[in-house]
């Protein structure tokens, strides 16, 4: 669970909280006829009460974990509004437009409820910090004294927002023992990988100085394909910047190195995206669906659907549904060999739907399932090969492909780069625009390739077969 998403519907419902009983304290006491004023005042309390509550802190994680601090500044902040308020009102004299029952009712039931919404809003980050859900995963890339340090830090400063599991680290003699300020050395580098596959991690840090440039470069590489943030620890630097260049876990100034592609409120409005284009894709497509269907039970034996696995978001194994194309007995459910021009196993209803990718089709319900995006990656089988070696093989840097989750289409089908992929030349084109996609992702980008992935069927369609 994102902070920023938590910190942000916390000022949206404030917001509406403090709208709705300025609102309802006007008509109950004063009726229509008065609006605007009152509307004004309400709308200038709101954004004074935004400014001074975020100047304060007191929409951070660990400010809504706080009782008596946070209670108190909520309402020293609600008391200032006021104050400026009726300043405001005194030096313009506009007292007489505004009533004095509403003022101080207004007052004096927005700091009860502001009290009453931030302690039930802290009841339930604690739940969500006790659950691990508002908590960082992280692991540290390092060991030694430096990571002790580190960790000390981290622990004294970071106010239950990092969960650390443990270290990785590539040297094996006495500068980098078993255990660390408590927590256990979990294996080298290249073993976090699939640690980070098998257990969610949110945040590597890196306990590295900056002159160790090549072993820092070294793990980047090693890294750079997991949907994680990287930060580089910047207390053993003696280096000093400009504070704009540091980012801060509690009190420990980092740096970034790396950011998860999607994050915070764009995986909400990704998510939204998908759920609107599956569902309204389904509706509008089902009649072609069900005639597909009805096309494939006549024109051969066997189920309409078929199931293969492939790899999802950070490797993780999905069945993906299609259409079968194929006939049932010569299937490939691993994807051994590509399919070509002219494949004796494709069926004469599989060759119009493959070329149409009405094949693909089924893949909104996976949509729906959230296995899948709409737009991404496409996901490949697991033992597809160009030029008779795994795609995992023939490109270096393959698996960043799997940092967001796989799409139904995408930047390099709306190039032209679906269908075979028989030399190694062809997957590093798909890889290098799924790369590019994953870089310079927006939910523009993501309905331009939805606006462009008809058209492309149409004019970009040779290697579909």
Known sequence: MSGAV??????????????????????????????????????????????????????????YRTLLTQSGRVLASWSIVFLLLTAFMFLFKLQDSYSRVWLVSYYALGAVSLILFRLSLR????????????????????????????????????????????????????????VVAGYRKLGRVSDLIEFARRTRVDLVIVSMPLSAETRVLHMLKQLWVLPVDI??????????????????????????????????????????????????????????????????????????LFRQKRHGFNNELIDVFKFRSMYADMSDA????????????????????????????????????????????????????AANMLYHEAVDGYFAR??????????????????ETDTIDKIMQRVNHDLYYIENWSIFLDAYILLMTPFSLVSKNENAF
């Open 6 to 63: 938590v910190s942000g519907l916390s000022q949206l419902f404030e917001a509406l909280l403090l709208v709705t009983l300025g609102a309802a304290i006007f008509y109950s006491y004063l009726g229509p006829g008065q609006e605007v004023p009152y509307g004004v005042a309400i709308f200038i309390s709101l954004a004074l009460y935004n400014v001074i509550a975020n100047a304060w802190g007191l929409h951070k994680i660990s400010a």
């Open 123 to 178: 009841a339930l980050v604690m739940h969500w910090s006790q659950d691990g859900r508002l908590r960082r995963r992280t692991v540290i890339v390092g060991g030694g004294k430096d990571a002790e340090e580190l960790i000390n830090r981290i622990e004294a400063s970071a106010q239950s927002d990092i969960q650390l599991f443990g270290l990785f680290d590539d040297r094996d003699d006495e500068r980098s023992p078993e």
């Open 231 to 304: 930060r580089l620890s910047a207390h053993m630097s003696k280096l000093q910047f400009k504070s704009r260049a540091y980012s801060y876990l509690g009190d420990v100034a980092v740096f970034d190195m790396a950011d998860k592609p999607i994050s915070d409120w764009n995986v909400i409005l990704k998510w939204c995206f998908d759920k609107f284009v599956a569902i309204t894709a389904l509706t509008l497509l089902s009649p072609i669906m069900i005639a597909t269907a009805i096309a494939i039970k006549l024109d051969s034996k066997g189920p309409v």
């Open 334 to 385: 691993k994807a051994d060999k590509l399919v070509t021009r002219d494949d004796p196993r494709v069926t004469r209803v599989g060759r119009f739907i493959r070329k149409t990718s009405i094949d693909e089709l089924p893949q909104l319900f996976n949509v729906l399932k959230g296995e899948l995006s709409v737009i991404g990656p496409r996901p490949h089988a697991l033992e597809a090969k």
């Open 402 to 419: 799997h940092k967001v989750k796989p799409g139904i289409t995408g930047w390099a089908q709306i190039h032209g780069w679906r269908g």
